[in-house]
Nanobody
């Protein structure tokens, strides 16, 4: 059974940084396509970062490219999202997820506000 536990969210000022963590059990983060999604109030859940299961290929939408960095630690079976130069529009609940199975954790709240 795959379980995902996200953490690291919080309140940060615009321009600040946060690193999110996702501890995964029941699946290897090193051999899986892993993603971070976010959902802001009243908006659909959107993909913000993805890392491939072969090599270190990554994908970011234009809204976060150059500011967010996805990485993983196979020894800890943990996925990370380093977020820099945060903006109020980055405020959302952030979730990690493997490509398969389609399963969601509880998410971690990120609030960017002065």
């Amino acid at each position: 059974q795959v379980q995902l536990v996200e953490s690291g969210g919080g309140l940060v000022q615009p321009g600040g940084s946060l690193t999110l963590s996702c501890v995964v059990s029941g699946l290897s983060v090193s051999s899986s396509v892993m993603s971070w999604y976010r959902q802001a109030p009243g908006k659909v859940r959107e993909l913000v970062a993805q890392i491939g299961n072969i090599g270190h290929s990554t994908y970011y939408p234009a809204s976060v490219k150059g500011r967010f960095n996805i990485s993983r630690d196979g020894a800890k079976n943990t996925l990370y999202l380093q977020m820099n130069d945060l903006k109020p529009d980055d405020t959302a609940v952030y979730y990690c997820r493997p490509l398969k199975p389609i399963i969601w954790g509880q998410g971690t709240q990120v609030t960017v506000s002065s």
